[in-house]
């Protein structure tokens, strides 16, 4: 048996709460698969397409009311965890019921401490909310004075800070539930980001911190034998998107470094999640990390599918 965290990436879980309600059922056959042959499963999801949506929504209703504050995206991403989590914990709960597997789940709201000095807050780079044209994004740079980038070929978004997740302010209650055979989704949308002021006050800040990062400091803590990030592709792909793309059963973190300093991984969307792998593996000479797709996850947890990342000959070699 082998702990195992899975990170769903919040581009995969559709626009709108049918089709997240859909792909959360979706989403949990192969997690409840990984649970029934044994596994220890911890979930933690993205939330750049939701945190946006709930932050455009409350920024309508400050218009229409004419106030001037707007939604803080510490509260945003509160309630991205709620939205989400409310789903998916039902779908799982819904999935293991069918099975006849008696085991309960629970959203965690999760904070994450991040420092109030990161450079990430003056250099935004995390994407979030929907997808644009180029001039629809130009005439909203115009308007707002927000920031936007082409993410992955996909479209114009606007990007936010996104400072490092330093530690996950609830792990020891996450420990308690899952020591105590409880399914836990924790740091949904990486956490709701917070600065520690004085001794015993956690602030929220104006930022959205990368799942995959809090994924991985999650899955450090936690102490897990295998990281998973499923995203919307089944594998990582050198030269992405152009004719000579070559995709990639495994890379070590030697490779994993050199493809990094060549380019091959867009900020906000592939990068983060090789760093979080190369970080994973790089803590503990067992550690696996796997970036696959949600579809393909079961074939991934067989070898079938995937990119293994590892960090050395001798460590890909082990179970
Ligand atoms: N080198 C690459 N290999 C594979 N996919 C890539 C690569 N570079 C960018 N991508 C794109 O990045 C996407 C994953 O990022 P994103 O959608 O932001 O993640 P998430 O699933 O966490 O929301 C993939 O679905 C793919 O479209
Ligand atoms: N918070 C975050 O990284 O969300 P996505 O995975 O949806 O981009």
Same mark, same amino acid.
Request: charged share 25%.
């Given at each position: !048996?082998?702990?195992?965290?899975?990170?769903?990436?919040?581009?995969?879980?559709?626009?709108?709460?049918? $089709?997240?309600?859909?792909?959360?059922?979706?989403?949990?056959? /192969?997690?409840?698969?990984?649970? %029934? #042959?044994?596994?220890?499963?911890?979930?933690?999801?993205?939330?750049?397409?939701?945190?946006?949506?709930?932050?455009?929504?409350?920024?309508?209703?400050?218009?229409?009311?004419?106030?001037?504050?707007?939604?803080?995206?510490? $509260?945003?991403?509160?309630?991205?965890?709620?939205?989400?989590?409310?789903?998916?914990?039902?779908?799982?709960?819904?999935?293991?019921?069918?099975?006849?597997?008696?085991?309960? @789940?629970?959203?965690?709201?999760? #904070?994450?401490?991040?420092?109030?000095?990161?450079? *990430?807050?003056?250099?935004?780079?995390?994407?979030?909310?929907?997808?644009?044209?180029?001039?629809?994004?130009?005439?909203?740079?115009? %308007?707002?004075?927000?920031?936007?980038? %082409?993410?992955?070929?996909?479209?114009?978004?606007?990007?936010?800070?996104?400072?490092? /997740?330093?530690?996950?302010?609830?792990?020891?209650? !996450?420990?308690?539930?899952?020591?105590?055979?409880?399914?836990?989704?924790?740091? +949904?949308? +990486?956490?709701?980001?917070?600065? #520690?002021?004085?001794?015993?006050?956690?602030?929220?800040?104006?930022?959205?911190?990368?799942?995959?990062?809090?994924?991985?400091?999650?899955?450090?803590?936690?102490?897990?034998?295998?990281?998973?990030?499923?995203?919307?592709?089944?594998? @990582? *792909?050198?030269?992405?998107?152009?004719?000579? #793309?070559?995709?990639?059963?495994?890379?070590?973190?030697?490779?994993?470094? $050199?493809?990094?300093?060549?380019?091959?991984?867009?900020?906000?969307?592939?990068?983060?999640?090789?760093? *979080?792998?190369?970080?994973?593996?790089?803590?503990?000479?067992?550690?696996?990390?796997?970036?696959?797709?949600?579809?393909?996850?079961?074939? *991934?947890?067989? +070898?079938?599918?995937?990119?293994?990342?590892?960090?050395?000959?001798?460590?890909?070699?082990?179970?």
């Amino acid at each position: !048996m082998s702990k195992i965290l899975i990170a769903l990436g919040g581009n995969a879980l559709g626009e709108n709460p049918e $089709e997240q309600r859909k792909l959360t059922h979706q989403a949990a056959k /192969p997690i409840v698969d990984m649970i %029934e #042959q044994g596994h220890q499963v911890i979930l933690s999801h993205g939330n750049g397409p939701q945190v946006g949506a709930i932050h455009l929504a409350f920024g309508k209703y400050a218009e229409e009311k004419g106030l001037d504050k707007l939604m803080p995206f510490a $509260e945003s991403g509160a309630m991205s965890q709620g939205y989400i989590g409310y789903h998916l914990q039902n779908a799982l709960r819904e999935e293991l019921a069918t099975r006849g597997i008696e085991r309960s @789940v629970a959203s965690i709201v999760s #904070q994450v401490l991040v420092d109030k000095n990161d450079p *990430a807050f003056t250099s935004p780079t995390k994407p979030i909310g929907p997808f644009y044209s180029k001039e629809e994004a130009d005439q909203l740079m115009k %308007e707002t004075g927000d920031t936007y980038i %082409e993410d992955s070929g996909r479209g114009y978004r606007k990007v936010i800070p996104s400072p490092a /997740p330093i530690d996950i302010v609830e792990k020891d209650i !996450m420990k308690d539930l899952i020591d105590n055979g409880h399914i836990v989704i924790g740091a +949904g949308g +990486g956490g709701i980001p917070v600065i #520690q002021e004085g001794k015993h006050k956690l602030t929220g800040v104006e930022a959205v911190i990368d799942k995959d990062l809090a994924s991985e400091c999650l899955a450090e803590v936690l102490d897990v034998d295998f990281f998973f990030i499923l995203t919307g592709v089944d594998q @990582v *792909a050198i030269n992405f998107g152009k004719p000579n #793309q070559t995709a990639l059963d495994s890379m070590s973190v030697k490779e994993a470094k $050199e493809y990094i300093e060549q380019g091959q991984f867009p900020k906000g969307s592939m990068l983060p999640k090789v760093e *979080a792998a190369i970080k994973f593996v790089e803590s503990k000479k067992e550690r696996k990390a796997i970036i696959s797709s949600l579809e393909r996850a079961k074939e *991934a947890v067989e +070898g079938k599918t995937g990119t293994v990342i590892y960090k050395d000959r001798e460590s890909m070699l082990t179970n």
